[in-house]
């Protein structure tokens, strides 16, 4: 049993308004940070997971990925995994 | 004048209770998903800047991330910024 450090991202998908996204960037003009667009606003995960091997660990992450962490119907998301170094 | 794309990072400190983090590796571990632990959520953010050189438009993000993108009383952030290829 080998442990994978794993980070996803999550983020809507283009075609879908991402009011949080707006709102962000409303408030970097505010602030004077004049030069900014297209801001958009997603999640960031980080976990541990245990698994056999990296395959193993890449199969059980992606139907994580599909059934909770992200709702495929609006959102993407991306991943990394990594070997933990002890 | 120049376009960068920037993707943020923000994340609570280790040392601050995750409880979103919490939540969802419940959710994981009754859906299945034993082998997880040490879930942390936070926030992912892609925007464009325009800025003269990458040297001015680090500045700028680095001051965004400081006062607007995260709390840093709580939270840590990282970013990757690279020239937008049209």
């Given at each position: 049993?080998?442990?994978?450090?794993?980070?996803?991202?999550?983020?809507?998908?283009?075609?879908?308004?991402?009011?949080?996204g707006?709102?962000?960037?409303?408030?970097?003009h505010t602030?004077?940070?004049?030069?900014t667009?297209?801001?958009?606003?997603?999640?960031y995960?980080h976990?541990?997971?245990?698994?056999?091997?990296?395959?193993a660990?890449?199969?059980?992450?992606e139907?994580?990925?599909?059934?909770?962490?992200?709702?495929?119907?609006?959102?993407?998301?991306?991943?990394?995994?990594?070997?933990?170094?002890?």
């Amino acid at each position: 049993m080998k442990t994978y450090d794993v980070e996803v991202r999550v983020w809507l998908k283009p075609s879908v308004f991402d009011p949080q996204g707006h709102a962000v960037e409303q408030a970097l003009h505010t602030l004077g940070f004049e030069g900014t667009s297209e801001v958009r606003v997603g999640k960031y995960m980080h976990l541990s997971i245990g698994a056999a091997d990296e395959s193993a660990a890449r199969k059980a992450v992606e139907e994580m990925c599909e059934r909770v962490l992200s709702n495929p119907v609006m959102e993407t998301y991306a991943y990394e995994l990594k070997e933990t170094v002890r």
